[in-house]
Structures are given as C-alpha cells and as structure tokens.
C-alpha cells in the first residue's frame, strides 16, 4: 500500500500507529492537533479530500472520562459516531474510496463487566455513552462497507498498554509511583490488555483480509501481577491492600455520600464490583489469521 490516511494519528495509540503504519508507506493525518496534516475536527465537518488512500485507519474517538452531565454524555457520540460519519462522507466520492478501511472498536461494545473467554460472537448490549457510540458506528462502518465495496476491518480492544498511558492504567502507575496504590483482597482479578505496538504492527497485515476482532496479550494479567510489575519497575515493591470486608463498608459508606452530594464519587459498589469481577476475551480467531502478541507483563520496559 503506498497512501495512508490515519485519523487520530496526535494520541496516545496514534503515536504507535504513525510508526508503524509509515514501514508500509505514506501515512497522510487528519485531526484537531497543529501537528496533523489536515486539520478539522471531524465531529463538525466533513473534510475535503483531495485524493485516493489504500487504507484508511480511524482511531480518533473520545474514551478515559466518565461523563457527569448530559453534555458529556453528548460528546462521545458527537466525537464517535457522528465523527466517523462525517469521514465515511469524505470518502464516498467514487474516485476516493479506499480499498481497505480499519476501525479501532473497544471491548466496551459487549456491555459486559464481568465475564471471561468472551468472543465476537457475544451480543453487542452496551448501554454506556462510549459502547453505545462505538456500536453505533460499528454499523454504519459495516453498512458502508459493504456499499462501496471496501475491506472493512473492527478492531475490538481491550485496556491499551503503552507509554504515558491515558485513563485506568495511567491513573495507576501515577499511584503506584506515589505510594497510594491498594489492591483490594488477593487482588486475583484478571483483565484482558494488550500493547499497544502489536496492535499497530498488525494492523496492515489484517487490513489485507478485513473481519471483526478482539485482540488481547492473551494472558489476561492479574491486578495484584500487573501492579507488582509496575511497581518492581518503579522500585516500589511495598503495596497496600485492603480486605475484602473493609473494601465493601468503604464502597457502602461512598453510595450513602453519593446520594448527599448527588454526584457519583470515583469508589462505590458499582466500581467495587467491577474491581473484583474478571473480565477476559477470547483472541482465537485473530490468531488464525496471524497474530501473536507480546504479553504484557514481559515487556515492562516498554511501557512504564
């Protein structure tokens, strides 16, 4: 492939895509940053392009917050959906569409805040702004696909690990590294990740074929492992931890404050539960088409 057009090219997942997605040719980007080399913010307007690309790779979308409001709520489909419609629009002319087209989905469309072994075939319930949104465009990525006659690949993720991380995983090391860090219990629950440089290494290799994936390190890291190789890291090897028993009179007394202050607070039963429940996905059919993922915990260097 010789043209690449990547949106969302200036965040922390973009950094990884731009380096590797330029070993397979020119990457052309398109964002609200100064760095990007078409600047317009796709939740607004439909840019005007003014040639062919190969591939089209749409990773800009709106995550990491928790929406307090209606307008927040709002954004994520004006960033997510309507944003994506708006560069589907740009590409529809018939001398501008692209032979394959890559959509970077999440994990977050399942709705699921438990579960393990969890594959495509899984219904798509989310409720939540950003599943609901990412389900949403998902759809019409597909319908329009299939219209135009484009190789439609959805790339599901689960939690991304990569330098200066954004959302839960940066949130973490930040408190590991100032002491403030509990594991709750054995701290034996797992999640799925995944780095974020093997994503982006197969993402030419996948477009070539198109399909819906769920990519994961396909170890599934434990909380209690994951912050013990963080710490080691950061040579912080001392961890708190906080009884089961304590944790749950802590989340109860946080629902009582959440009802004075009418505002949700960042510890309550809803996180406790979601804290202590496992959720993991199934990878399979990605592999049989070829991937093969670092597992995070082995390559700490790389992102902490």
Known sequence: MNNILLTGGSGFFGYYLKKELEKSGSVTTIGISDCDNICIDLSKDIPLLT????????????????????KERQSFYDVNYSGTLNLLKSLSRKDLIPDMFVFISSVAVYGLESGENINEDAELKAEDPYGDSKIMAEK???KWGNENGVRVTILRLPLLIGKNAPGNLGAMISAIKKGRFAIIGKGVTRR????????????????????????????????????????NKLGKRSLLIIPDVLAVLMARFSDVLQIILRRELPFNSRRLKKLTS??????????????????????????V
């Open 51 to 70: 040639q062919k690309y190969d591939l089209v790779v749409h990773a800009a979308g709106k995550a990491h917050i928790v929406p307090r409001n209606k």
């Open 278 to 303: 496992s959720l993991t996905f199934n990878d399979s059919i990605a592999r049989a088409q070829g991937w093969n993922s670092n597992r995070v915990l082995d390559i700490v260097d790389e992102w």
């Open 192 to 231: 799925s990740m995944v780095f974020a440089g093997d994503v982006a290494g197969f993402i030419p290799q996948i477009a070539e074929t198109g399909g819906i994936y769920n990519l994961t390190d396909g170890y599934h890291p434990s909380y209690k492992e994951l912050a013990k190789a963080i710490g």
């Open 140 to 142: 019409e990525v597909l």
